[in-house]
């Protein structure tokens, strides 16, 4: 074979294997076990998957209907209490993944973290937004989890570094009662954020109607709740925080019953006093 042929070779294989396997300084997409994906696991850190790693998928609000186009908040965790450090990949069969904050960022359709992130007792979490699809009755969410002790020598297939898959979670989309035209887009923002004594939820709607605010704190604990009237166009609630301890919640706004077919929507509030 020719040095020209050779050099053409090598840069259609090199294409291929970059277009399967996107690897960031921040992280790597394309290593869970989605079907599709070209390879699995971070092997660039060990071959072998590790159960000292767990690495789990939660909706951050439980027991929440899941209907077409609705857009719902979960959470991966990466547990080690040998490790210092941990990433994630995170992918989806059939519905979109968008980022909450800088600690994920997008890339070729999938979630990964921005930078390595400190453990905290031996486990940390990122949050991310799913957006369930239509004329779909199921879908799955994938996620890869690396814990490490940040000494950056992945590159060497680093076996002190652990990973594992996260059991896939399979998420059930209900379509009872729900047409496309019932699935109505609505906006829905938080200021100030981070708030100390009172925040204002603003709503954009092309609906009036009978809605309930939520708010729950990092583990899902109910901490406010109550039956709020929306208006068509633009409406503005107000919630008390001041007794509120610091950390991170959850807005959630949802309709009075599933059946009626319309979206949930949440929005992440940061409580400072």
Not at 104 to 116: D, F, I, T, V, W
Not at 232 to 257: F, M
Request: negative net charge; hydrophobic residues 35%.
């Amino acid at each position: 074979m020719s040095s020209i042929w050779k050099v053409a070779v090598f840069a259609l294989v090199t294409l291929y294997v970059a277009s399967q396997v996107h690897a960031h300084s921040g992280g790597e997409t394309g290593v869970t076990n989605r079907p599709g994906d070209a390879k699995n696991g971070c092997s660039c850190h060990c071959p072998q998957s590790s159960s000292t790693t767990q690495v789990t998928i939660e909706p951050l609000v439980p027991d929440t209907t899941i209907i077409p186009g609705g857009t719902y908040q979960f959470k991966v965790t990466v547990a080690n209490s040998q490790e210092a450090v941990a990433g994630v990949d995170i992918a989806a069969w059939k519905g979109s993944l968008s980022a909450i904050n800088a600690a994920l960022r997008s890339g070729y359709g999938q979630l990964h973290h921005n930078s390595p992130q400190t453990m905290d007792g031996g486990f940390t979490s990122w949050t991310f937004k799913y957006k369930a699809p239509s004329g779909q009755k199921a879908d799955t969410i994938y996620a890869t989890g690396n814990a490490a002790d940040g000494d950056d020598s992945e590159d060497n297939g680093d076996c002190t570094d652990q990973w594992n898959w996260a059991p896939k979670y399979v998420i059930h989309i209900s379509t009872a009662g729900v047409s496309e035209a019932a699935v109505v887009p609505d906006v829905m923002s938080v200021w100030p954020n981070p708030v100390a004594r009172t925040a204002s939820i603003g709503i954009n709607s092309t609906r009036a109607g009978e809605e309930i605010l939520s708010l729950y704190d990092a583990v899902g604990r109910l901490k406010f709740s109550e039956q709020i009237h929306v208006t068509a166009g633009t409406s503005q609630h107000v919630v008390n925080t001041a007794s509120l301890p610091a950390g991170e919640y959850l807005v959630r706004l949802s309709p009075l019953t599933p059946a009626d077919g319309l979206p949930v929507w949440s929005e992440k509030l940061i409580v400072q006093h």
